[in-house]
């Protein structure tokens, strides 16, 4: 039996994000307790810069590690680099967040690290294992965040519901991998499609089970109707900076292992998934809107403005050409910025034992917090799809994907989606323009690492709207090998 070769060096980005995890783990314990808090999330941005650096110069190499089973494509580096942004940009704003909140623990940071290790494991996995593991230590770590908080009665509440459902679309996900297995004798993503190409397998049960099967399990991880249910509770209980981490990273690791999944194993049953994706696609962008109008909270609103975008995404994963493929890695990395902008936004806007989320609270803003209430405006807009901003280029790009493969019914849905959802982002923008405050918010602290992130998702969200060409131009080379 021949020992596969390891290649160490093409997981160094992982190695370094896992040796990180550890690392701050133990610092957490030895360290004296007053030094320790403030240094925990700068060796954390230390480990993730350093896992960027070791990512960058695989940009343009295609090399498959592990007998096969890991990959390091254009589309994984693409997909690897956005999670690092993200998970930089958390925790930023998470380093004046936890030590206000009491939960600037070890385990923290260390489940960052971890959380994002995972997601890299989903998008270069080239074997159903691999995917799987990485969903699960993604998984797991994002579990145990959400309920961080455990004096809070919402967030252990979260952390159970999260936990419970998606413990149950876990179990779908291992049925269909195993229903795969069962009727092609591999779990390799490449091996699949060949042995249903050569053995004319497309109305085997068995596949058709585990289409529906995977179908539910990628569909709770991006939040897609009607495998929803949990996100508005869940976003609203979990600590706000894991809320942002989940409505960016969770949804963008989701998209990397649906893509690659569906597109390197089961070209052959296109038709038949998007049928079922069309559906899902319109019922998803069109729930979220719907229900994004009537929320008083604007953690709850930012979840369903979260399903409605999973559902603009999916209108280019129906369209499945080059366009609409690119299209959806500019669209979540876009989407990182402004999501994540929103989020530091509120943060900022809240203090110890008052997170002032209800939609209401943000009255007159603009006029005593000018900079923040600015900030959440270009936030706001680019979620609506407002020109120059990158959400208007994002959904430009998806809906043109729709329009080329002639699914004219489905930009024409999410377009008026799309319409219907600047009443609610608008709703926010008015209030803190042209309503006055009902109770005055005072004794703000402005943490000095949320605002450089905040700066940075206004930067990120001005530059991929006014200069798209250069994210695009990326995006369509790194799935030159995918499709």
């Not at 004096?151 to 991998?177: C, H, M, N």
């Not at 609610?424 to 323009?433: A, H, I, K």
């Amino acid at each position: 039996m021949k020992i596969p070769e390891i290649d160490l060096y093409l997981i160094a980005p992982e190695i370094i994000l896992a040796a990180f995890g550890f690392l701050v783990l133990l610092l957490d314990v030895f360290l004296p307790n007053k030094g320790r808090k403030s240094y925990l999330g700068m060796v954390t941005l230390i480990g993730i810069v350093l896992a960027f650096l070791y990512t960058l110069p695989q940009i343009g190499l295609v090399k498959s590690g592990f007998a096969g089973m890991y990959i390091s494509d254009g589309f994984a580096l693409f997909f690897k680099i956005t999670f690092l942004i993200i998970a930089f940009l958390t925790v930023l704003i998470s380093m004046g967040y936890t030590q206000r909140e009491g939960i600037a623990f070890g385990e923290y940071y260390a489940l960052i690290l971890f959380a994002t290790l995972g997601m890299m494991l989903m998008a270069s996995g080239s074997h159903l294992i691999t995917i799987f593991l990485g969903l699960e230590t993604m998984s797991i770590s994002i579990y145990v965040l959400v309920g961080l908080m455990r004096e809070d009665k919402r967030s252990v509440e979260a952390a159970l519901k999260y936990f419970l459902l998606g413990a149950f679309a876990t179990g779908f996900l291992l049925y269909g991998i195993a229903l795969i297995y069962g009727a092609t004798g591999s779990l390799y993503l490449k091996d699949i499609a060949t042995y249903i190409a050569s053995k004319s397998l497309l109305r085997n049960p068995m596949l058709l089970m585990s289409l529906v099967f995977l179908t539910i399990g990628f569909g709770f991880k991006i939040a897609s109707v009607p495998f929803h249910m949990w996100t508005p509770d869940v976003y609203e209980g979990a600590p706000t900076s894991i809320t942002a981490f989940m409505a960016t990273g969770v949804k963008a690791a989701g998209f990397s292992a649906l893509i690659r999944v569906f597109f390197s194993a089961l070209p052959a049953f296109r038709p038949d998934w998007t049928s079922i994706m069309w559906v899902i696609c319109v019922a998803t962008m069109t729930l979220g809107n719907i229900a994004a109008i009537s929320q008083t909270n604007i953690k709850r609103m930012l979840a369903y403005s979260s399903i409605a975008h999973a559902g603009y995404i999916l209108v280019a994963f129906v369209a499945g050409n080059d366009l609409g493929t690119s299209g959806i890695l500019f669209y979540l990395m876009a989407y990182a910025f402004m999501n994540l902008g929103a989020f530091t936004c509120v943060i900022l806007l809240g203090k110890k034992g008052e997170e002032n989320t209800l939609i209401t609270d943000y009255a007159g803003i603009g006029f005593k917090y000018p900079l923040l209430a600015v900030s959440m405006t270009i936030f706001l807009l680019s979620m609506a799809g407002i020109p120059p901003l990158s959400g208007f280029m994002a959904k430009f790009y998806v809906f043109s994907a729709a329009v080329k493969e002639k699914f004219y019914w489905l930009a024409i849905l999410g377009v008026l989606n799309s319409a219907v959802s600047v009443y609610y982002y608008l709703r926010v923008t008015v209030l803190m323009y042209f309503r006055e405050s009902e109770r005055e918010i005072t004794g703000l602290q402005f943490s000095p690492a949320s605002v450089i992130a905040l700066i940075l998702a206004v930067i990120g969200t001005l530059y991929m709207g006014i200069f798209p060409a250069n994210v695009l131009s990326f995006a369509q080379r790194s799935i030159a090998g995918l499709m």
